[in-house]
């Protein structure tokens, strides 16, 4: 029986092999498949996006997918093109070698030619490839409604790669909760336009403005939308973008403050954001806040918090709190961004806040000793402290009280006890004029302390007994150009005093009698004059000098301009003769002119030690402005670090900046912050860093960890030994003392070894 059945296949077999190959039996190939991915514009296609592949050019579809249908594919697509290798071929059919397109939607994202029969091949698809142009985006916008007239709200229309030709599109305006019409009138919020916007080729952005109608009526705040149509050169990629009129009649602002928390050793501890209105609103107002992942991560660092804020009628203040959690590592400051939206019947200044989470085990730069304060009538809001040469006293100035005070130093540990006080009232100190003592500097040789006397207008010379540290009087001079004597430098070569009159806007000089110090006046640099004596020509932006210093070798000298917002140069007269230390006016540096910035209010400079670098704090502008310093005192500036930087705070209306002696560190005052900063000076360039660039070592706030009288820091002093640092606080009436961490000496880490 089996071999009847095997003769039989063997016959079959044979007969349909005599069977001619042009009969109509379709003898078919296995398909030939395409897949990979589908982008528009670089944005990942959504499910239900329809995939089509069609013959070219006869436009026959031969395979279709939807995206997202078999989910064993996940996010990619698979075109399994029917194949056949006879004649005539079957429609729907195609053959190695055969031209096609592949659609999304209904935009051709690639041209391609079909392979061999039973094989896979990778395509990603995106219609940018094609050559069709950029695409084009219009971005959502917002913009203060006004009070009168009209004022702007502008869209921007992208494109996401530049072109060699430009694109345009038609746009339109589009109601939404704001009502349109031609002109501005009664209930109109916005003038209803439309326009063809253009961007040139090799640009990227168009401005489209929108004139929105002002008012004064309390309302919430109103959405229009912008539509893009009829693109040419590039292809809409989103081409609707809405448009929020805040409304700002009677709109209290918003007014968040950074905030930081130290990392706790176990548990938690509530990272609290103070918010608070610019003023009551008489309605209900709120926003809704969301903490986004910078450094810090929610979970292993801090619990993430999303919510909304609502304030009621007349109330101002509330808080925001994020639980930063405790962990076993020692690691640098970390942090995370808290972003506000959607504000109802308020509006921002600033939409968005920075949460750092400090670990106090971490590369701290300084340690806190001690903080001291001198008894009731004695010590009252110091501007000033300054520290003998030999290290072994420390005086302060007491503004409020028109004291000077007097304290022994612990060399070893840094802490100060006091030995005596001085005022214009004390035995030997009749006609001292110290009436307002605001800035204190001692001689080399520490034989004498100069004192401006802000409110007296003068300068106090009063000689220093080294063996004990105590004071008497010798001098005072006092003119109308000390008007406001803010600020005292000596030359390095001790020769010279300079004071700024603060408000006679002016730089007074005086030539210093070695051994007894006396003082006599040598001249007058006046803002807005032109001094004969000299070919420097009139001086500018010399508006309340607040800040002196002249370079190592004594050929120039910086002034810091507070309300002129500006550093002035004058270059001096270095040699000894009749003119010897005269001043003659060189250049000027302006905030927002040139490029320069970080000078508002500019407040406090210093020298680095190598006479490299010229680091100016700008009150206003919550920055320390660095210039680099040319070999003939020319200043070029090279950048500004500001508050509310990455990983930068505590530059809140910075007075008082210094260099250590080693030029290692800067340290910074924040005044408004009650902080006080030290930055990691690069004293070797390498790699990525160039000498004289700063880092952010260490930010040491009032009423955090060990320190409780930080609050209004004016003035810094640092030892001679390197090993101290002194900061008077204002507000708390005191004067604490660091210690520099003797094992913090990797001072780029990170990256900037």
């Known amino acids: 029986m089996k071999r009847r059945v095997l003769k039989l296949l063997i016959a079959v077999t044979l007969a349909l092999a005599c069977v001619p190959t042009f009969v109509d039996a379709k003898i078919k190939a296995p398909d030939h498949v395409i897949y990979g991915t589908a982008t528009v514009f670089g944005a990942p296609a959504t499910n239900g996006t329809v995939i089509e592949l069609r013959s070219y050019p006869e436009d026959v579809l031969l395979t279709r997918y939807v995206l997202g249908r078999d989910p064993s594919l996940g996010n990619q697509f698979a075109l399994r093109i029917p194949m056949d290798t006879v004649e005539p071929r079957e429609a729907g059919h195609a053959r190695p070698g055969d031209a096609v397109h592949i659609f999304l939607g209904t935009r051709i994202a690639a041209e391609t030619t079909v392979g061999e029969e039973g094989v896979a091949v990778r395509l990603d698809l995106d219609p940018q490839n094609m050559g069709t142009g950029p695409g084009i985006s219009v971005a959502l916008t917002q913009a203060l409604e006004g009070n009168v007239g009209v004022s702007p709200m502008v869209f921007t229309m992208t494109l996401n790669n530049p072109s060699t030709e430009s694109v345009s599109a ?26 063809v916007a253009t961007v040139a080729a090799g640009a990227q952005t168009q401005a489209i403005t929108i004139s929105l109608c002002g008012d004064a009526v309390v309302e919430t705040n109103e959405t229009l939308s912008l539509l893009l149509t009829g693109a040419t050169g590039g292809v809409l990629q989103n081409n609707v973008a809405v448009g929020t009129l805040i409304d700002d009649d009677d709109v209290p602002e918003v007014i968040i403050d950074d905030a930081r928390a130290l990392e706790p050793s176990s548990g938690m501890v509530d990272l609290v954001f103070h918010v608070r209105l610019s003023r009551p609103s008489a309605i209900a107002t709120s926003f809704n806040y969301a903490t986004q992942n910078l450094s810090a991560i929610a979970g292993p660092d801090y619990l993430a918090r999303s919510g909304t804020v609502a304030i009621t009628a007349g109330q101002t203040l509330a808080e925001i709190r994020v639980p930063v959690l405790a962990d076993a590592t020692i690691e640098p400051r970390e942090q995370f961004r808290l972003v506000l939206s959607s504000p109802l019947a308020l509006r921002f200044g600033r939409n968005e806040a920075f949460g750092d989470i400090v670990d106090p085990a971490y590369d701290p730069a300084v340690f806190p000793v001690e903080e001291t304060t001198g008894p009731a009538g004695i010590l009252a809001a110091p501007s000033d402290v300054v520290l003998s040469p030999d290290g072994l006293h420390a005086y302060v100035a007491s503004e409020s009280l028109d004291t000077i005070v007097a304290y022994s130093r612990d060399v070893t540990t840094g802490r100060l006890t006091r030995i005596a006080h001085y005022t214009d009232q004390s035995a030997g100190f009749a006609g001292a004029l110290l009436d307002g003592p605001s800035d204190l500097v ?43 004597a803010s600020a005292l430098h000596l030359s390095a070569d001790g020769q010279h005093l300079y004071v700024a009159g603060g408000t006679a806007n002016t730089v007074v000089s005086f030539t210093r009698t070695p051994g007894t110090g006396d003082l006599t006046q040598l001249e007058v640099e006046t803002n807005a004059v032109n001094d004969p004596d000299d070919s ?7 508006d309340r000098p607040s800040g002196v210093t002249t370079s190592a070798d004594g050929a120039q000298l910086y002034v810091a301009s507070r309300f002129g917002n500006a550093v002035l140069t004058f270059n001096r007269t270095n040699a000894a003769g009749a003119g010897f230390g005269k001043l003659s006016f060189a250049s000027v540096q302006r905030n927002g002119l040139a490029g320069v910035q970080g000078l508002g209010g500019a407040y406090d400079l210093v020298l680095s030690p190598d006479n490299g670098q010229l680091y100016v704090v700008g009150e206003s502008s919550n920055a320390i402005a660095v210039f680099d310093r040319a070999a003939n005192g020319a200043l070029t500036w090279r950048t500004q670090i500001r508050k509310n930087d990455p990983g930068v705070h505590g530059l809140g209306g910075p007075q008082s900046v210094e260099v250590s002696p080693d030029g290692t560190q800067v340290y910074v005052a924040g005044f408004a912050d009650d902080s006080f900063t030290v930055f990691s000076r690069a004293t070797v360039a390498s790699t990525g860093v160039a000498v004289g660039d700063l880092r952010v070592q260490q930010t040491v706030f009032d009423d955090e960890g060990q320190v409780s009288l930080l609050n209004g820091p004016v003035a810094i002093a640092s030892s001679a030994d390197n090993r101290h640092i002194y900061v008077a606080a204002s507000v708390d009436n005191s004067v604490v003392v660091f210690t520099r961490d003797s094992n913090a000496q990797d001072l780029f880490k990170d990256g900037f070894e």
């Open 442 to 484: 001692v001689s080399g040789d520490g034989a004498q302390i100069y004192v401006a006397s802000r409110n007296a207008g003068a300068v106090a010379v009063l000689a220093r007994n080294a063996s004990d540290g105590t004071l008497s009087y010798v001098q005072s001079r006092s003119a109308t150009s000390l008007q406001g």
């Open 536 to 542: 420097g020509g009139a001086v500018t932006a010399l």
């Open 170 to 195: 038609t746009w339109q305006t589009q109601d939404g909760t704001a009502i349109g019409a031609a002109t501005c009138a009664a209930g109109v919020d916005y003038v209803s336009d439309q326009g």
